[in-house]
C-alpha cells in the first residue's frame, strides 16, 4: 500500500506546482478551532480547475466537522488544493478504497499538492492528498490526509 502511494505521489507531484520555486504556505487550524473554521470555510462548495463538477465536504452533524477528513490541522491547505489543483488523478480499484457499488471506479480521482504548514512562526513542509469520489453532479471530499517530507 506504502508503494501505491507514493507512486501515486510521484504522478501528482510530477507536474504540481509548475513552479517548483512556489510552495503555498498555509496557516495550521488549531484543533479547538476546527469546528468554528468548518462552520465558516467548509459548509460551500468549491470549483476546482481540473475536474468539471464542483466539490463539497461531507459534513458530520453531530461533531460539525468534515467526514473523512484525518487532519485537521492541514484544513486550509484541503480548501486551497481543491481550489487550485490543475490535475486530477483518475483512480482505479485499490485495497482501501471502495467506491459505493452505483458508480464507476473512474468516478474517483485524487488531488494532491505540496504546502508549507505554518505553526507558529514554524514551518511544516507536507504533502496534502485527498480523494473525490463522484456522487450525480458533484464531487465528494471521500477521504483527505497530509503526510510530512519524512513520511
Excluded at 504522478?11 to 504556505?25: A, N
Excluded at 481543491?82 to 471506479?105: F, I, N, W, Y
Excluded at 468516478?107 to 504546502?115: A, F, H, P, Q, T
Aim: charged share 25%.
Amino acid at each position: 500500500m506504502a508503494n501505491v502511494l507514493k507512486s501515486t505521489l510521484y504522478v501528482l507531484m510530477s507536474r504540481l506546482p509548475r513552479s517548483t520555486t512556489v510552495i503555498p504556505t498555509v496557516l495550521t487550524v488549531k484543533h479547538d478551532k476546527a469546528q468554528n473554521f468548518c462552520a465558516l470555510f467548509c459548509n460551500i462548495t468549491f470549483s476546482c480547475p481540473a475536474l468539471p463538477y464542483r466539490i463539497h465536504f461531507a459534513m458530520d452533524n453531530d461533531t460539525r466537522l468534515p467526514v473523512g477528513v484525518k487532519d485537521f490541522e492541514a484544513l486550509e491547505a484541503y480548501i486551497d488544493l481543491v481550489q487550485t489543483a490543475e490535475d486530477a488523478l483518475p483512480l482505479a480499484k485499490q485495497k482501501g478504497v471502495t467506491p459505493s457499488t452505483t458508480q464507476r471506479s473512474s468516478d474517483m480521482v485524487e488531488l494532491g499538492g505540496e504546502y508549507i504548514l505554518n505553526y507558529n512562526k514554524v514551518d511544516a513542509h507536507i504533502h496534502v492528498l485527498m480523494i473525490l469520489e463522484r456522487k450525480k453532479d458533484a464531487y465528494i471530499v471521500y477521504k483527505a490526509w497530509s503526510e510530512n517530507e519524512n513520511e
